[in-house]
């Protein structure tokens, strides 16, 4: 069974750093990072190819997110930095055919992350 399990998240100042970690009981899929705010759709935030060679972020986090993977752990990390209010989501792993418009068919149950002004 294909189990994807979100930790790191929490309370953080804007301006300060967070790293999520998404454990999978896999480690063959391309896998990406989503979110969800209140009252908004769920939205891509980063993704990582299978062998972590290709990368790809939404315009909103790129320069301050950095997604990877180390597959020997079966990992994929989140580090977002400068973090700012509008980055106040529930984020969530996904896995599977993921890229910046689709979606794999693998989630995790998402980690909350709060940024205060």
């Known amino acids: 069974q294909v189990q994807l399990v979100e930790s790191g998240g929490g309370l953080v100042q804007a301006g300060g750093s967070l790293r999520l970690s998404c454990a999978a009981s896999f480690s063959s899929y391309a896998m990406g990072w989503f979110r969800q705010a209140p009252g908004k759709e769920r939205e891509f935030v980063a993704v990582?190819?299978?062998?972590?060679?290709?990368?790809n972020y939404a315009d909103s986090v790129k320069g301050r997110f950095t997604i990877s993977r180390d597959n020997a752990k079966r990992t994929v990390y989140l580090q977002m930095n400068s973090l700012k209010p509008e980055d106040t989501a529930v984020y969530y792993c996904?896995?599977?055919?993921?890229?910046?418009?689709?979606?794999?068919?693998?989630w995790g149950q998402g980690t909350q992350v709060t940024v205060s002004t």
């Open positions: 990582i190819s299978w062998s972590g060679g290709s990368t």
């Open positions: 996904n896995a599977g055919w993921v890229s910046s418009t689709t979606t794999g068919d693998y």
